[in-house]
T-cell receptor
Framework: EDQVTQSPEALRLQEGESSSLNCSYT??????LFWYRQDPGKGPEFLFT???AGEEKEKERLKATLTKKESFLHITAPKPEDSATYLC??????????FGAGTRLTVKP | NAGVTQTPKFRVLKTGQSMTLLCAQD?????MYWYRQDPGMGLRLIHY???????AKGEVPDGYNVSRLKKQNFLLGLESAAPSQTSVYFC???????????FGPGTRLTVL
């Protein structure tokens, strides 16, 4: 069965304290792995797509990496405005995308 | 360019009532999707459409119907609402040539 598991469920960081969020997956055939950011009361906002093991993408303080079994979202020197829920999703076929439950990140000043 | 918009933002229904949620996109995307998001769970796909006049079932389609009469609009209907359908509903769309889905702001539905 296709599954996506994100850990931890919640993470509290001090401003400037770097850390990583994990997304592990078991799917029959990975077509792509996606990271989204979701602010309270809003829809998910696209961050990155990764397609093959070893691939990395960066945007400001965020860097996403991909292996054959998991993806990491590294947050370097986070700021309070990085507080949000980060969602991971894997595309298993043309129209089937499976989402993890998300990691709720809080960055305190 | 408004992207993906959803109407209404909030709605409260009584058990057995019916309603329709509207999703509109102005990006000329071919594919459109309806998801529901429940606490502690990932987004789950209800129905999707690969083009005007076509729809297909997703992971959790029971109790919902959809229609795509125009390319820019995707409607989600609840014929007889149940408390288990209390959720936040998100619409998304994408181009046929890419994998990235773009989401609307959501509709919070409560069924009493």
């Amino acid at each position: 069965e296709d599954q996506v598991t994100q850990s931890p469920e919640a993470l509290r960081l001090q401003e400037g304290e770097s850390s990583s969020l994990n997304c592990s997956y078991t799917v029959s055939g990975l077509r792509g792995l996606f990271w989204y950011r979701q602010d309270p009361g809003k829809g998910p906002e696209f961050l990155f797509t990764l397609y093959s093991a070893g691939e990395e993408k960066e945007k400001e303080r965020l860097k996403a990496t991909l292996t054959k079994k998991e993806s990491f979202l590294h947050i370097t020197a986070p700021k309070p405005e990085d507080s949000a829920t980060y969602l991971c999703a894997v595309q298993v076929n043309n129209n089937d995308m499976r989402f993890g439950a998300g990691t709720r990140l809080t960055v305190k000043p | 360019n408004a992207g993906v918009t959803q109407t209404p933002k909030f709605r409260v229904l009584k058990t057995g009532q019916s309603m329709t949620l509207l999703c509109a996109q102005d990006m000329n995307h071919e594919y459109m999707y309806w998801y529901r998001q429940d606490p502690g769970m990932g987004l789950r796909l209800i129905h999707y459409s690969v083009g005007e006049g076509t729809t297909a079932k997703g992971e959790v389609p029971d109790g919902y119907n959809v229609s795509r009469l125009k390319k820019q609009n995707f409607l989600l209907g609840l014929e007889s609402a149940a408390p288990s359908q209390t959720s936040v509903y998100f619409c998304a769309s994408r181009r046929q040539s890419t994998d990235t889905q773009y989401f609307g702001p959501g509709t919070r539905l409560t069924v009493l």
